[in-house]
């Protein structure tokens, strides 16, 4: 709830104490999650990959660390992640979204062009989906 209000600080700290006592998987996701919102990459990571040690079925741990190694520019990485959180649950919008970039980066327009339908098939209203295939606002 603090994260959500953007009380990033006061959240940060109450993970920290919670990890402290014990390192929980709900735990590390979402210091992670705080700390990429806080710019904090390299450490998002690390507890990105803590937890997925802990749960390598995780699918939004997969998916978050996936994002954030394409933000990074490492693409092997972003589409290993990636492709394993939509193996464990096809239902996450951004990882279509977020392979069908890496499928534009590969120039496979078809397997990128497919990822952003998927999407829209998840959510409809995509703005970005949307722009990708050429059905949003310019």
């Known amino acids: 709830l603090l994260a959500r209000n953007h009380r990033l600080d006061e959240a940060s700290a109450l993970y920290e104490q919670s990890l402290a006592i014990r390192r929980t998987p ?14 904090m990459k390299t450490e998002a990571v690390e507890l990105y990959e803590e937890l997925l040690v802990l749960r390598p079925d995780h699918a939004h741990g997969h998916a978050k660390l996936g994002s954030l190694e394409l933000q990074r520019g490492n693409i092997d990485q972003a589409f290993m992640h990636l492709e394993r959180a939509r193996a464990l649950d096809p239902g996450i919008p951004s990882v279509h979204y977020n392979l069908g970039l890496i499928y534009e980066h590969m120039e496979r327009e078809d397997d990128a062009r497919r990822s952003f339908k998927r999407v829209l098939e998840l959510d409809p209203h995509d703005p970005q989906a949307l722009r990708k295939i050429g059905k949003g606002t310019p």
């Open 26 to 39: 709900m735990a590390l996701f979402n210091l992670a999650q705080v700390r990429a919102a806080q710019g």
